[in-house]
């Protein structure tokens, strides 16, 4: 049985977040692929630029970044290689919010995405003006926000945090007696708060993707799979988190995979994960958790329309324009990257 997490605010003035189509894009031979990367390769060497690419963008557009000097990664890890990398511009394949991250702490640098449309469920569901007028109201309160917000929403909080940090984060400031004001995403706050035992009160936000996994069906999958292990990400309800073997960020699930015993796994998650996941363990089954488009309609289907708006095409377009430019104000950033190098120092400090 799930229960909403202790203290959510209700706040039924948010507007509805509009969902995309996925995109289609038209299909490209082994020869045009081949070509089009060839075009793309030279474009990002001759403006001394690099490509880093979320693991649930498009496997042609990660192997892409691989082949080519950058990255595949979650959205910390993104942003920090583009401070070590001396490319003097980012080509961030992803949703806005990473692109808005990468460029806080690259200011000096260059950041294009492929498609400034492409954003997030939980970024578009919390609104700063909304989101500062509920801080004020809680002034109390430490103020903790997911990535997937937008640099305003960084610049107004104390602490900004991953699905792989928040954890460990929000013990420390449960110890230090601190109250917690968490946004955007009520289930990982939910999971945090349980394992934590953190007083917190919630911002009621979720992702469209994990939204969808649903734990009678995946219960009905289980027993076709008995010996899978089963890989949830914490954004997902809580009826599906409590079957998971695994529970983690996109970084920890993508490790479970190399070091549990289990040829198969069921994965609650976006499916763009299985292009590293078969990198790694090629020999292993990868089954993607059930959703409510199994004999209904869901809106993601566990792919995320809006990470499906980067691709080869208009990556190339990208690089042959220079349009799709990441700017953020000065002042926004230098407030954004107070929270954000907190979490990176706090990081830092746990590997001592």
Aim: hydrophobic share 40%; with cysteine.
């Amino acid at each position: 049985m799930t229960t909403e997490p202790k203290h959510i605010v209700s706040l039924p003035e948010i507007p509805g977040v509009i969902v995309p189509p996925h995109p289609q894009w038209p299909s490209l031979s082994k020869v045009e692929t081949a070509h089009l990367k060839e075009r793309i390769k030279r474009l990002l060497k001759e403006q001394n630029a690099v490509l880093v690419a979320h693991y649930y963008t498009d496997g042609a557009l990660q192997d892409l970044a691989e082949e080519t000097g950058g990255c595949v990664a979650d959205s910390l890890e993104m942003a920090r290689f583009g401070t070590e990398h001396p490319a003097q511009t980012l080509v961030v394949a992803g949703v806005r919010f990473m692109g808005e991250t990468s460029k806080i702490l690259n200011i000096e640098k260059r950041v294009l995405m492929p498609d400034l449309c492409a954003t997030c469920s939980l970024d578009e569901g919390c609104p700063y003006e909304m989101f500062s007028a509920f801080c004020d109201r809680h002034p109390q309160h430490t103020v903790v926000v997911y990535a997937n917000t937008s640099a305003q929403v960084k610049a107004r909080s104390d602490w900004v945090v991953t699905s792989g940090i928040a954890l460990p984060i929000i013990k420390h400031l449960a110890e230090k007696g601190e109250k917690i004001l968490w946004a955007p995403d009520k289930h990982l706050g939910a999971y945090v708060q349980k394992l934590t035992g953190a007083e917190m009160i919630f911002w009621p936000g979720s992702c469209v993707v994990h939204e969808e996994f649903r734990s009678v069906a995946l219960e009905r999958l289980r027993k076709l799979h008995p010996e899978a292990a089963i890989l949830v990400h914490p954004e997902s309800p809580e009826a599906v988190v409590l079957q998971a073997d695994v529970v983690g960020s996109t970084t920890a699930l993508i490790k479970a995979v190399t070091t549990l015993p289990n040829k198969e796994f069921i994965v609650a998650t976006d499916a763009g994960i299985f292009n590293k996941m078969r990198q790694l363990a090629p020999d292993k089954v990868f089954l993607e958790a059930p959703t409510v488009g199994e004999g209904a309609t869901c809106q993601s289907c566990a792919n995320c329309p809006w990470m499906g708006m980067n691709s080869l095409h208009n990556l190339e377009e990208l690089l042959e324009t220079g349009k799709n430019e990441i700017h953020i104000s000065p002042e926004i950033a230098a407030k954004a990257r107070i929270p954000i190098q907190r979490m990176l120092d706090f990081a830092k400090n746990m590997k001592k």
